[in-house]
T-cell receptor, first 117, second 111 residues
Framework: GAVVSQHPSRVICKSGTSVKIECRSL??????MFWYRQFPKQSLMLMAT?????????EQGVEKDKFLINHASLTLSTLTVTSAHPEDSSFYIC?????????????FGEGSRLTVL | GQNIDQPTEMTATEGAIVQINCTYQ??????LFWYQQHAGEAPTFLSY????GLEEKGRFSSFLSRSKGYSYLLLKELQMKDSASYLC????????????FGQGTELSVKP
């Protein structure tokens, strides 16, 4: 099946620094990728939709200047958490569909656990 | 808007059958997904229903009734490794293909 790779799997950073997380579709092209955040014991909350070649679409309540998303190619989307604070510590997961038109299963990356000290 | 409801926790016995229900409200329904997630890991795909009826895949089956806004995931011959969180998610035509997840059901399988 389709594979989505996410890197890094774990990252620890100091408060105030920025962290970049990469999401790659390894064997298919993804014009759209999705970024989710998951706090402990909670479900996945959609943060934004990453669109290749255009600006990301953010969900209500998600700060676009804090969570910078870049989708420069059909196989790569990046999420940069800027000026990270301890409350940004979470499990960040990207996902993508292999099929166009918004149909078909969503494949997930392995997730990136961010800890901000 | 969209609303998805599923039980928070369930407990079942190894070898038994368990049914996890999911109810939803949305416009432009375009499919319902079930995912399994073990602690600390990313979700893995289990099933996809877009038409009414039962989809069977090995020990797992998923049912959908669009008129009732209702789905269930049926797990047979439970194994200890089935202890995980089970996430119900829906896709809508007017939401650009994104998946919105329910709160998840934490299933504990006991010996």
């Amino acid at each position: 099946g389709a594979v989505v790779s996410q890197h890094p799997s774990r990252v620890i950073c100091k408060s105030g620094t920025s962290v970049k997380i990469e999401c790659r579709s390894l064997d298919f092209q993804a014009t759209t990728m999705f970024w989710y955040r998951q706090f402990p014991k909670q479900s996945l909350m959609l943060m934004a939709t990453s669109n290749e070649g255009s600006k990301a679409t953010y969900e209500q309540g998600v700060e676009k200047d804090k969570f910078l998303i870049n989708h420069a190619s059909l196989t790569l989307s990046t999420l940069t958490v800027t000026s990270a604070h301890p409350e940004d510590s979470s499990f960040y997961i990207c996902s993508a569909r292999a099929a166009s038109g918004g149909l078909g299963e969503l494949f997930f990356g392995e997730g990136s656990r961010l800890t901000v000290l | 808007g969209q609303n998805i409801d599923q039980p928070t926790e369930m407990t079942a016995t190894e070898g038994a059958i368990v049914q996890i229900n999911c109810t939803y409200q949305t416009s432009g329904f375009n499919g319902l997904f079930w995912y399994q997630q073990h602690a600390g890991e990313a979700p893995t795909f289990l099933s996809y229903n877009v038409l009414d009826g039962l989809e069977e895949k090995g020990r797992f089956s998923s049912f959908l009734s669009r008129s009732k806004g209702y789905s269930y995931l049926l797990l047979k011959e439970l194994q200890m490794k089935d202890s995980a969180s089970y996430l119900c998610a829906i896709s809508s035509y007017n939401q650009g293909g994104k998946l919105i997840f329910g709160q998840g059901t934490e299933l504990s399988v006991k010996p």
